[in-house]
């Protein structure tokens, strides 16, 4: 598994998303898929990473897979009028709660579709700056909503008001988790520290290395029937139902025990896997609208 590796500061405080690892394994699982199966929207995709200069992303997400961190580094920098564009907050309600829910800026699937618009749009060979941000969205939206409690938010007499995906869900891990959402985006804390970007050639390899190791646990051919299914609705709600079933399967304030963590982790492989190919799916089918509009 992949090594502890230097701490990213500014990543290390909760988020709304995996935290970088996470989303830079997806990334990397799509771009390995993309090299062997479509070279030219591989290189399509990495064309418009690279529209956004290195200036404007303080130097740190210049490549394909580094860009899958983008849209949470702006947060740390005050950018924050998105937020709510990285989960999808279904109600998981045992106590039979009658729930408002109100979506005042969108959600993940709302902005995975306008990200797709952008992309597929017929002026976008004038628009680099517009479609450098969508497929960094894109590639890092389809990692979040594969992660269970970004699609999922418990409500109970303890938590009248959500539990922000399991942000106000207390748990005893250690000194830098301490609520369940921070321990299903680290990975059941296998990735608390990420790697310092621009990544160097020990920490590329690395990542290379674990997808590798994710791709070969995961074959796409044993995927295939969850692949065969490109309505991110559906994938939201079969994450919703590993929310439900796994990650909410422990007690308030309690230490998560090894067999939680382990089978834990164990969805999150599959996870990461799905969202990865899904991610070089998806890329694909843009690649091929793009050219029929500009053929």
């Known amino acids: 598994m992949l090594s502890k590796l230097l701490i990213c500061a500014a990543l290390c405080a909760p988020a709304l998303s995996w935290w970088c690892t996470g989303h830079m394994l997806v990334a990397q699982i ?3 898929d993309l090299a062997a199966e479509a070279p030219e ?33 702006i947060k740390s920098y005050g950018l924050e009028a998105m937020n709510d564009w990285h989960f999808v907050d279904q109600p998981y309600n045992p106590d039979g709660m009658m729930n408002i829910i109100e ?17 597929t749009s017929s002026n976008r060979a ?26 999922t938010e418990m409500w109970n007499e ?38 310092v970007r621009p990544l160097n050639t020990t920490a590329l390899a690395q990542i290379e290395d ?27 709600t079969t994450n919703y139902h590993l929310a439900v079933t796994y990650a909410y399967n422990l007690t308030y304030g309690s230490t998560p025990n090894q067999a939680y963590l382990e089978t834990g982790w164990a969805v999150i492989e599959k ?25």
């Open 30 to 32: 799509a771009q390995d």
């Open 271 to 295: 996870q990461l896997a799905l969202a990865g190919y899904r991610l070089s799916a998806t890329i694909q089918q843009l690649y091929t609208k793009n050219l029929a509009l500009y053929s």
């Open 126 to 151: 004038q628009a680099p700056l517009e479609t450098s941000m969508a497929i960094r969205y894109l590639i890092h939206l389809i990692g979040d909503i594969h992660q269970p409690l970004h699609v």
């Open 103 to 119: 979506f005042s800026n969108g959600n993940a699937l709302w902005a995975l579709d306008q990200f797709t618009s952008t992309l």
């Open 210 to 236: 674990e997808a590798q190791a994710l791709m070969q646990l995961y074959p796409k051919a044993s995927l295939s029937q969850q692949l065969s299914d490109p309505n991110t609705s559906d994938w939201a």
């Open 41 to 73: 929207a591989l290189e399509w995709a990495q064309t418009l990473v690279t529209d956004l200069p290195s200036a404007l992303t303080h130097g740190t997400s210049n490549t394909f897979v580094e860009s899958a961190c983008w849209p949470d580094d």
């Open 158 to 195: 303890q938590f009248p008001n959500g539990d922000m995906g399991g942000n106000l869900f207390l748990i005893t891990f250690d000194s830098q988790i301490s609520e369940l959402h921070a321990l299903w985006d680290s990975c059941m804390g296998r990735y608390i520290e990420d790697p």
